[in-house]
Structure formats: C-alpha cells, structure tokens
C-alpha cells in the first residue's frame, strides 16, 4: 500500500481512524487479536530442556557416550561414572552460558524498547510501542525513537535521522502533504515516519500505517530468514580432530591388545587395557575445556564491553582477515564536534571531546582567551540563539550505557548540537542568553532555503534577525561581513576569502555552517522567510566534524600489525569517509574508495577483482554491504561486519562474524549478529581479536598436551607389548591419569595468557587444520619421549627388583605422571618451555601441585596403594622418576630453543 499518496481523509477512510480522539480501547482489543502486538518476529524459542539437550549433539560427546557404554559393560563403574560426569559439566556450562547470553540480549532490548504518545478515547496516553496498533494516532516529538510506520498528518519544523534504514547520517525534513507519485524508495517517502528511526528536531502527529513485520523494518528483517549462518572455523576442526582421534585410537588399542596376547597375556586383562588406553587416547576433556575456555573469553570480554551471543563467535573473530566498520559511532564518536572558526580574517581552532563543554581556542598554535575576540563571541553566541537543540547533563543509571565517554548529550539535531557546545566551550550557555535575548519569531529550517532564522530582542530592546545556513546559501544574501571587528561591505576581494576559508575547511572534510545577521527596526515584521533573510551581515562560519575516538587510530595500527584489514562502510559523503579514514590509518597511501553509484555499475566479478584494494566505501546502500561481504569471502577472506542499523542485519548474518552496536543498534542488528559492543567502540573488536587468537592457542595448548601425555600412555603399554615385557601400567592406573591427573592442568592451560606476539601474528588460514604448524610433530615428538622414558624407568626399576613387579609399576605410573606434569609448561609457548616465565599462569602452578598431591596421596595411603596397585618409593626412586620425567621437556626443548629466535613478553 502506497501510504503517502493518500490524503488525510482518504487515510481515515482506510483505517478507519479518528484524527481528534483516537482509537477507542474496545477497537484497539479487535485490532490487537487482528494483527498482533507491534513486534519483530523473533522465530521460536528454544525451550531450556531443549537447549540443554543440544549440548549433547556434539561430535566428541557422542564417542564419550560409546566409551561410557562399554566402560559400563565390561563392569569399570568408576570409569563410566567419571566420564559421565565430566559429559554432564560439558553440558551444564555450555547451557548456562548460552542462557546468559540470552538474558543479556534481553536487557540491550529492554533498553531499546521505544515508548510513543498514542490517543487513545481523546486522550494522550505514554504505551510501549507493542502496544500501537494499525490507525493509532501518535505524537512525535525530538529525541523520541519511531515505534512503527507512521503516515504524517502534522508536522512542525520535523526533521527525522534515518540512518537505521537508509545509512544516510544528515537527519531528513518531513512534511505531512500527500506525494502523487507512485513507486517511491523510502528515502523519497518525506511524509512517512519509518519504524526504528530517530526523531531529532521539531514535533509532529502522524497515524500509524504498518506494525511488526509489516513495517520497512520489518521487510528487512524479513531478509535474514533466507541469510545462511556460517559454521565457525573452529566447528570444522573440532569435527576434523575428532575423526582423526578415534582412528588413531582404534588402530593403537588394537596393536597392544594384539601384541599382549602374542605375547602370552590373558585376553581379559588386554582387552580391559585395551579399553582404558581407548578412553586415554580419547581426549574426554576437550568438548568441557574448549568449552570452558570459550566461556572464560567471553566473561572476559564482557567485562571489555561486548556480549557474545554465541560461543564461537570470539574464536572465529580472531581469525578474521577483514573488518568492514561502520564510521558513525565506530570509528568515529558520533558526537558532531566544532574544531574550527573563521571570523573577521582569523581562524581559530577549538579542541576538546565530543559533547563534553570544556576545551580550548588555540591561535596561531597558541592558546588564547576567546573573551578578547569580539566577533568570534557573536559568532558562538548567536549560534545558540538561532538553535533549538539543548545540551543536557546525562543522568544514566543502565548498566550498558553508564560508562559512555562523555557525561553530556544533545536533544535535538546533532548539528545545531555542535554549534551549541562550541559556544559552551565560551563560556555562554542558553540560561545565560535566554535572560539577555527574547526569541519573537522563527523561520524554520527547510531543505529549499537551507537556511534558519530568528527574531530576537535583546534586553536594551534591540531586535536583530539572526540566520544559520549553508554557507553558499547565506553568503549569496549577504551585502556585509564583520572584518577585524568592523562592519565592512562584502567586496569580490573579501567575498573570494570567504569562499577560500570554505574551500580548505571542505577539504578537511568538515561541515560548515555560515552565521549571518542583520538589525530590525522596532516596528519591523515579516510574512515570509526571504524578506528576514536579505542585506545580511556575515558574522563567520564553524566548521565541524564527528571525529574520531582517540583509541581508534591505535587499535587500526594493531590490526593492522596482526595481519587485519579494516576497511570502512559508511552512508557518508566519500570526502568526508575518506579524510576521516586518512586520519585513523584505514585509508593507505595508495588505497582506494569507491561509491554505491560506482559500485552499483560493477559486475559481482568485477567486484571481486578490486574489493581487496578498497579501504573505504560511501554512500552505500544494504545491499551494496552484502555485496561488498560476500566478495570477500570470495577471495577467500574470513569477514567481520559491524554495524546498527536495520539495514546493516543481512550484511551482518552473511559475514563470518556479525558484529552489532548495543548502544545505538537496532533489534534487528542485534538479532542477525554474533558480538555485541556494549560501548559501539571499534576498540573492543581489536580486544575481541586478541581474545579470540588467545582462546584458540590454548586450546591448542591444552590438545597439544593431553594428546601427548595420551600418546606417551599408549605408546609404553605398546613398546612394553612389543618387547615381551610385563604390563608396566595396569587399568585403574590408566584410567586414573587419564581422568585426574590430565584434566586440571588441560583446564588451567584454557586459562593462559596470551604470548607477547600475538597480535603481530598474520591471522591463521580458514584451512587451517588444528595439527598445522608444528603440532602434530610436538605431540608425537614428546608423546614418545614420554613413553621410552617411562618404560626405561620401569625397566631399570624392574631389573633391580626382578621380583617386584607392583613396585616397577609405581615408578612407571609416577614417572608417567611428572613428565606429564613438566611437559605442561612446555605446551604453554609456540617456541619452547624456555620462552615464557613458568609461574606466570598461577592457575597451572596450582593445578600441577594438586595433581602432585593427588598422585602422592595414592603412592602413600595405605587403603589406596591396594586399589591403586602401588608401594611406598624411596629417596633413589625419586631421583630416577624426576631424572627420567625431566627429559622429554628439557631435551626437547632445548632443541627447540636453538632453532626459534627468543621472543620477549
């Protein structure tokens, strides 16, 4: 239906609306149970039994079922038990940390719920905006977010920012006339209030048209449904590892059962082996710890402003190659900001940030006291008084918007906001004025004249026309300017200064506002407009632009040093995109931009054939994002796409990873991504990166480690097999390091810190496979150090007590034990034990002295060593244990340590 073609009559007809009263609350009851409340649709909720139940699809979880089954029937209750035990914490973590997420989703929408002024049985009345329903009159007023699609019926200086949908930042002037044209695009659609938008200067009344799904929001909203999720890099090599595992598994248990009965032992006692070196060679605590280690990272970086929605999602993040970043409010501070003035002949600069009202006017590179520059004075103050926005004092008590950079926001448009500080920064403020001048009349802005105006009478009784505009606009209704404090007629020669200040400031991208006035005579009026804004006095112009968050620039540098490239998406003009991005690193010396026009001619392969030499791209629409997404996948790129807008979600659900501003985004934005920022700061993404490189290398580590130890178990039964040699490890032994020993130092490991180089790294390839560089030759490489120096002490201790076998078999379980316990450190750098202090990671420190103490109480209590098989060491024991243990580390490493440069923290 093509609302805006209807006039206000035939708007009532069709809606059966009443423009004076409202809706009755009988009707609203019909209408509600006829088109249901004004929600996006969420799709089904999973149940929380469900959502528990889910936990248990995963690859690794279901050979654990199959390892517990089989525990179970050859009567290893305590085995069956133990695994069953750590699959269910697998489940509960995974289940909590998915249902917390959720919860936190929950609250971002709660703090984005729009309330509207509905009239309801001919009265005003505040509702949440499910609430409204189809032929609802609403009022809009600046500051208020539009709940649903609203054809205007009355409007008064509005102006709407629809960035959300459109990506066009500079709010749009609305009236409520009908538009006889037929398929108009949204952004032509002046008359219409669109769902999701911003309200950011004057008031209006409209009837509401379309809610829920029915809304252009909602049509967007629509698109994600056909959007296909991504599977996480780390979902793939999981799956990969775990394949691989139970091969390698299946064929060495095979080899040791067989080889034990070649070899003249009873096949009940191998087969039971067998089962317990299966279960060792399955590492039972890698769904629990990535699991874990991905929760670590993500409370962590909660605690850094982002909510991660799914748990893989930081992982995936510290692979990417690419981040497409929205400007406004990302990279920049979303906070249009006065940096420069012109006045009679002299340009001053004003630092400070965003809309905080405190900073200096700096001169010639000097500090000066602006008090002294009298038409720089009339400049600022009469920018406030032909302004309606108003610089307010937050007082935010929500828990993700208490920390914002700043404790100062603008009601009203970001524009005349600038303007407004800029003179705060001077010491005016609007109380102050209010009480010197007394507004008469206002010209409101409009998109035709480009210009505002006032009438104002000061105290003296003075009255003054006082207009703000487009600067070629007011200069051309100009006959005067004020020139080193003195009223002079505006010449060709001070004319073309003018348009030289203009000139350098557009170049600098920044967005300038002329200030112009003229004097009244006492009984002066005016019908229109353009007889008020004629023989005017330029008094200067300001310059501003919304710049850029100071740790942006930083955090660009540091993706760029780990191999990252940020590439900016903006509905920005391309000069401004381009100078801002030249300022904060994202625009290279020979980079390139390109528009949605230019982009809207290319081909998908031709796209994909420069897509990589692009750092900036303007004035795009949705689906020039996707586009621009999807081409660089196809060049092979793991894409991270931020953004907040309704027209960002698509964009957002293709990427690798989407990544959704909580602040300023939209529902729909939050719905489609993976990471929300908290604080909508371009930062946080850099600190996601390093936590999700970091997440990945210790799980790497904690593999590493428990497929090494795990290696070096089966490898000594197998060699001992071999060799014609008693079992040097009975079952409960196996089962016991497998399950206590192995797992609280593989836990401490997901909790390491990051190496000092990981963000010089390149980000690692999407083929990547979980053994590539180097891992798999760690893991066999000690694996079988351990299992040789296992076996040798077994053998030594064997020969000197040929007729003790259970006292052989205790150095071999402790000798097992401690190498494992050492070779942990080891896991903890890419380079070797020596390259990182060892009690950095306090966790592991008392990990591995529980596992020492466990180990310890089952050498030494009596009622143990009958379940355990072991005897009492003494002292020489000791020696040949640690002697024996130490090897695999420190040979090992020091080989490593020759071939690796030293890398410092």
């Known amino acids: 239906m093509e609302w805006y073609r209807l006039t206000q009559e035939q708007l009532q007809q069709r809606l059966a609306s009443h423009n004076q009263n409202g809706l009755t609350n009988k009707e609203v009851g019909k209408r509600l149970k006829h088109y249901g409340e004004n929600k996006l649709d969420e799709g089904k909720k999973t149940s929380n039994l469900a959502l528990f139940l889910s936990q248990f699809k995963d690859f690794m979880v279901l050979v654990l079922f199959a390892a517990t089954f089989i525990s179970g029937l050859l009567g290893e209750y305590i085995d069956a038990i133990t695994i069953m035990f750590i699959v269910l914490l697998n489940g509960i973590l995974g289940f909590f940390q998915e249902r917390k997420a959720e919860k936190s989703l929950d609250a971002l929408k709660e703090l984005s719920a729009p309330q509207m002024n509905v009239l309801r049985d001919g009265q005003w009345v505040k509702l949440l905006s499910s609430q409204i329903v189809p032929g609802d009159v609403v009022k809009l007023k600046s500051g208020v977010r539009v709940g649903a699609d609203i054809r205007l019926i009355s409007t008064s200086s509005l ?453 990589d030499q692009v750092d900036v791209y303007a004035r795009v629409t949705p689906e020039h994002k996707l586009r621009i997404v999807k081409a660089l996948q196809k060049n092979g790129h793991i894409v991270a796409m931020t953004g907040d807008g309704v027209n960002d979600a698509p964009a957002i659900k293709a990427a690798n990873i989407g990544i959704a501003m909580g602040i300023t985004g939209t529902d729909v934005a939050k719905e489609a991504s993976a990471l929300i920022l908290s604080d909508d700061n371009f930062s946080t993404i850099k600190e996601a990166i390093k936590e999700g490189r970091n997440i990945y290398e210790n799980i790497r580590k904690f593999i590493r480690y428990m497929l090494a130890s795990n290696v070096g178990e089966i490898l000594v039964m197998l060699f001992a097999m071999l060799l014609g040699m008693p079992l040097p490890l009975v079952a409960i032994q196996i089962l016991w390091i497998n399950l206590v020993t192995d797992g609280l130092p593989a836990l401490a490991l997901g909790m390491d810190q990051p190496e000092g180089d990981v963000m010089k790294r390149k980000p690692r390839s999407p083929s990547e496979g979980i053994f590539a560089r180097g891992l798999a030759w760690k893991i066999v490489s000690r694996g079988i150090m351990i299992g040789i120096v296992t076996l040798v002490a077994f053998a030594v201790t064997l020969s000197a007590h040929p007729d003790d076998l259970i006292r052989a078999q205790t150095v071999a379980f402790a000798t097992l034990v401690m190498a494992q316990l050492i070779h942990v450190f080891d896991c903890r750098s890419e380079y070797s034990v020596y390259h990182r202090n060892p009690f950095e990671n306090r966790y592991l420190v008392g990990a591995v002295l529980i596992s020492v103490i466990l180990m310890l109480i089952v050498l030494y209590y009596p009622p143990l060593q009958t379940i355990f098989h072991t005897v009492t060491l003494n002292f020489r024991e000791w020696l040949l244990i640690l002697a024996m243990a130490a090897i695999p580390t420190v040979v090992l490493g020091g080989f490593q340590l020759l071939r690796k440069p030293t890398v410092k923290e």
């Not at 005017?536 to 780990?562: F, H, S, W």
């Not at 030249?582 to 528009?595: A, N, V």
Request: aromatic letters at 6%; glycine letters at 8%; hydrophobic letters at 40%.
């Open 159 to 611: 102006t709407i920012e629809e960035s959300s949908l459109t990506g066009e930042s500079i709010p749009v002037q609305k009236h409520h006339n009908e538009i006889d044209k037929e398929s108009l695009d949204i952004a032509d659609q002046k008359n219409i209030a669109f769902m999701g938008t911003l309200v950011t200067q004057g008031n209006g009344i409209g009837v509401v048209v379309a809610t829920g799904m029915k809304t252009e929001m909602g049509k967007i909203a629509h698109l994600l449904q056909t959007t296909p999720t991504m599977v996480t890099p780390l979902q793939r090599r999981l799956e990969q590892l775990g394949k691989i595992l139970i091969v390698i598994a299946l064929i060495l248990t095979a080899l040791v059962v067989v080889a034990g009965v070649w070899q003249g032992h009873d096949l009940y006692t191998m087969f039971l082996s067998g089962v317990s070196l299966a279960v060792a060679a399955i590492p039972e605590g890698l769904p629990a710890i990535v699991t874990v280690a991905l929760a670590l990272g993500v409370q962590r970086m909660i605690k850094r402003k982002a909510i991660v929605r799914k748990l893989p999602a930081v992982e995936t993040l510290g692979c990417a190659t690419v981040i497409c970043s929205d400007k406004t409010g990302t990279l920049t501070q979303n906070n249009m900001t006065v940096t420069q003035i012109w006045s009679g002949g002299e340009t001053v600069y004003i630092t400070g940030n965003g809309y905080e009202p405190s900073g200096e006017f700096i001169a010639n590179g000097k500090s000066i006291d602006i008090r002294s520059q009298k038409s720089m004075l009339t400049l600022l103050s009469y920018s406030i008084l032909c302004n309606n926005a108003e610089l307010q004092k937050r007082e935010d008590k929500k828990p993700l918007l208490k920390k914002n950079t700043t404790n100062y926001f603008i009601d009203g448009d970001p524009t005349e906001g600038a303007l407004v500080v800029a003179g705060y920064k001077a010491g005016y403020s609007r109380q102050l004025l209010d009480q010197k001048y007394k507004r008469e009349r206002e010209f409101a802005f409009d998109s035709t004249r480009k210009m505002m105006s006032v009438i104002v009478k000061d105290e003296k009784g003075n009255r003054f026309v006082m207009t703000k505009g487009a600067p070629d606009v007011v200069l051309g209704q100009c006959s005067s300017l004020i020139y080193q404090n003195k009223k002079e007629a505006l010449t060709p020669k001070r004319k073309a200064e003018v348009e030289a200040t203009l000139t350098t400031m557009a170049n600098k991208a920044l967005r300038t506002i002329a200030v112009a006035f003229r004097p009244l005579n006492q009984n002066e009026t005016f019908q229109q407009a353009f007889e008020a804004e004629r023989q005017l006095t330029l008094i200067g112009i300001q310059g501003m632009i919304d710049p850029p968050r100071p740790e942006v620039i930083k955090a660009v540098r540091e993706c760029r040093e780990a191999g990252i490239k940020t590439v900016m998406i903006t509905g920005d003009h391309q000069l401004t995109a381009c100078s801002i991005a030249k300022e904060i690193g994202i625009l290279s010396k020979y980079g390139k931009s390109l528009t949605g026009k230019e982009l809207a001619f290319m081909s998908d392969h031709e796209l994909s054939q420069v897509v």
